[in-house]
């Protein structure tokens, strides 16, 4: 079964600019999170997605948002990028509510 | 609320050796608790979790933990340390949000 996958694996953008990053759950998964991962602030959750719903948000601005798509694919944006905005983000499928979750590669995003 | 504490973000070990990364947590509920293992440039694999059956848990890889509720203790334990295991391992634990909260990570040092 393929895992998660996550697309661009490599990202370069200059601050001010928006980004989109793609998410592919595992099949049959229905929910998925994405997470931000600095040297920093370590794994901090994004926003968590079922069945085309946003289940669950962390604490972070509006300027970052997601959807889901019918298939269960996901994708996050964000808009106005910060220099802070350079991260990991990583995406994580799971069954459903409170099951395991399994992630992919992430996304490696640099804002300049 | 939830939390977990990693104690020591740096372990090394000779190949070998007995492998103990320390993880603590706090839940205000029963808590489902994991390990995930990162590589360099890599997402987050499941190692094992426990989800309050047999307090030992096996994974993979030759890993285990033991759930210890009077300590708010998960340790994970590897009897013999291999080159390959040197990566960045992170305990999470889910409450009744059944979101993960992360760890900061413990980097797994092995020296020949």
């Known amino acids: ?112 | 609320a939830q939390s977990v504490t990693q104690l020591g973000s740096h372990v090394s070990v000779s190949e070998g050796a007995l492998v103990l990364l320390r993880c603590n947590y706090s839940s205000s509920v029963p808590p489902y608790l994991f390990w995930y293992v990162q590589y360099p440039n890599q997402g987050l694999q499941l190692l094992l979790k426990y989800t309050s059956a047999a307090t030992l848990v096996k994974g993979i890889n030759g890993f285990e933990a033991e759930f210890k509720k009077s300590e708010t203790s998960f340790h994970l334990t590897k009897p013999s340390a291999h080159m390959s295991d040197a990566a960045e391992y992170f305990c999470a634990v889910t409450g009744g949000s059944y979101i993960p909260t992360f760890g900061r990570g413990t980097s797994l040092i092995v020296h020949p």
Not at chain 1, 35 to 60: M, V
Not at chain 1, 62 to 68: A, E, I, L, V
């Open chain 1, 1 to 112: 079964k393929a895992g998660v996958t996550q697309t661009p694996r490599y990202l370069i953008k200059t601050r001010g600019q928006q980004v989109t990053l793609s998410c592919s759950p595992i099949s049959g998964h229905r929910s998925v999170s994405w997470y931000q991962q600095t040297p920093g602030q370590g794994l901090q959750f994004l926003f968590e997605y079922f069945s085309e719903t946003q289940r669950n948000k962390g604490n972070f601005p509006g300027r970052f948002s997601g959807r889901q798509f019918s298939n269960s694919r996901s994708e996050m944006n964000v808009s106005t990028l910060e220099l802070g905005d350079s991260a990991l983000y990583l995406c994580a499928s799971s069954k459903g509510f409170g099951e395991t979750q399994y992630f992919g590669p992430g996304t490696r995003l640099l804002v300049l």
